[in-house]
């Protein structure tokens, strides 16, 4: 595969973006990238492709904002977002590799430099996996940035003292029992890595992730844009009002913190797919693996990682939002294919979900589709909970306790979908037993044993 394979792909598929993303399915209604910008104010979108053979194809689209006409081109910085988490993940997990960390180990054994308490005032046992996986149960907290002038450290910020505009860090929720995302989490991580290390977040991270990954436009010090403006996608508010300066300050810096390019987030996500199949020098293939592997059952979050694995897309990576920009990437690992996407936009959002939409279809895993006969049958989600599928003239006939039959609809990549509730269906092989039957719902993913 060449960057004129991309290129080739990429120029037609931009041309036609679905503006009605929901089903999967390409819609009659779409529009080109411009075109799309145009109607959602959002001013510049850098994009990049890349594939495991090395191959990578970079695009810049409309402008840097902030009052200029200078065109956005694939060194154009952004700001990464809740992205920062991913790469802070990597690096983490490349000090579990070494020693330095424990995953399950508890983070009071590293920090020295704060404390995390509960609203009691104890220090609850938190360990380094719940943190990545924001299952500490910890302060729900979104992270809006600083003007330049006035930034607090970040004990500062765990503290809630100083200038800070954030809440304490604190245990709210029973650690380990459930998921709830919050910049908290990483926030406490930064600072387990520095106070492990003693050596600042932002060097650190270019020692283990963005040197050794060759992320060369990309960094976590605050001061990055400053040094090179004229390289820098400036934020904008919802309608397209600048916001002032042109970018917050993030202190908070594995929550939010890292300026980067699309190019660069495409080469982090191939080389975690190189790890996940053991072809990394840099992380071995288990931690990989734990990365995309969902941290609570059902879920749809692993070690800093977002997973996608709904019928006909099998992807994982993750997306951002901060003040003045949205921001997207991802690895689709069976065609080993990333594609990362990123806007000087809060209004962005919407021409990011239709370009990832659009990779979806190119790169998304087939499924296998079971013979509708092997599937018919009685299936058990829970003792009261029975489900029964029937074959009709052709068609699948699912049954429900207390609904209507209805009539499944085939989707893309060998899946269904019910047609009036956000509901996949799939029909797993099982070791040569009868299928199981698959259920996701917002995220969460259910199984149903053949009785």
């Known amino acids: 595969m060449d960057d004129g394979d991309f290129s080739q792909d990429w120029v037609q598929l931009l041309g036609h973006l679905d503006r009605q993303v929901s089903s999967g399915q390409l819609s009659p209604d779409t529009a080109a990238l411009p075109d799309l910008m145009s109607s959602y104010q959002v001013p510049g979108v850098s994009i990049a492709v890349g594939h495991l053979s090395g191959q990578v194809w970079a695009a810049g689209y409309g402008v840097t904002g902030g009052g200029t006409s200078t065109p956005v081109t694939e060194r154009t910085t952004f700001a990464a977002c809740s992205i920062s988490k991913h790469v802070a993940a990597f690096g983490a997990l490349r000090l579990v590799q070494d020693g330095v960390l424990s995953l399950d180990t508890d983070i009071r054994d590293y920090l020295t430099s704060w404390r995390l308490l509960d609203r009691a005032g104890r220090q609850p046992a938190v360990t380094v996996r719940q943190l990545l996986a924001h299952t500490a149960g ?59 290390t003693g050596m600042p977040f932002e060097d650190l991270m270019r020692t ?38 042109g970018w917050r300050t993030q202190p908070e810096m594995a929550a939010a913190g890292l300026w980067s390019t699309p190019t660069d987030l495409v080469r982090l996500e191939l080389e975690i797919a190189r790890a996940a199949s053991g072809n990394s020098t840099l992380l071995d293939r288990d931690l990989a693996t734990q990365m ?47 594609v990362a996407a990123m806007t000087n936009s809060e209004d962005g959002w919407e021409v990011l979900t239709s370009i990832r939409a659009a990779a979806d279809r190119r790169y998304a895993s087939s499924l296998a589709t079971a013979p509708l006969d092997d599937v018919s049958g009685h299936y058990v989600l829970r003792d009261d909970y029975p489900i029964d599928v029937a074959v009709t003239d052709g068609q699948l006939i699912f049954s429900a306790p207390g609904q209507q039959p209805v009539t499944l609809l085939a989707a ?40």
């Not at 996608?233 to 600048?242: C, E, L, N, S």
Request: glycine content about 14%; hydrophobic content about 30%.
């Open 138 to 196: 910890l302060s729900d907290t979104w992270y809006r940035g600083y003007a330049a002038d006035r930034v607090p450290s970040l004990v500062q910020v765990l503290e809630g003292s100083g200038p800070t505009t954030t809440a304490p860090v604190r245990s709210t929720l029973l650690p380990g029992s459930r998921f709830r995302y919050s910049g908290s989490h990483y926030s406490v991580l930064q600072q387990v890595l520095v106070d492990a």
């Open 208 to 245: 283990l992730v963005l040197d050794p990954v060759a992320m060369a436009d990309s960094s976590f010090d605050q001061r990055f844009p400053h040094q090179r403006p004229h390289l820098v996608a400036r934020g904008h508010h919802i309608g397209g009002t600048g916001i002032p300066g």
């Open 292 to 338: 995309r592997t969902p941290q609570i059952p059902g879920g749809s979050y692993g070690l800093g990682t977002e997973i996608g694995d709904r019928a006909g897309c099998r992807r994982f990576g993750h997306t951002g939002l901060n003040v003045g920009y949205t921001c997207f990437s991802y690895v689709w690992p069976d065609s080993g294919t990333a």
């Open 412 to 451: 893309s990549g060998g899946g269904y979908l019910h047609p009036g509730l956000d509901l996949e269906i799939r029909f797993l092989p099982s070791d040569g037993q009868p299928h199981i039957l698959e259920l996701r719902q917002e995220g969460v993913t259910q199984t149903a044993k053949r009785s």
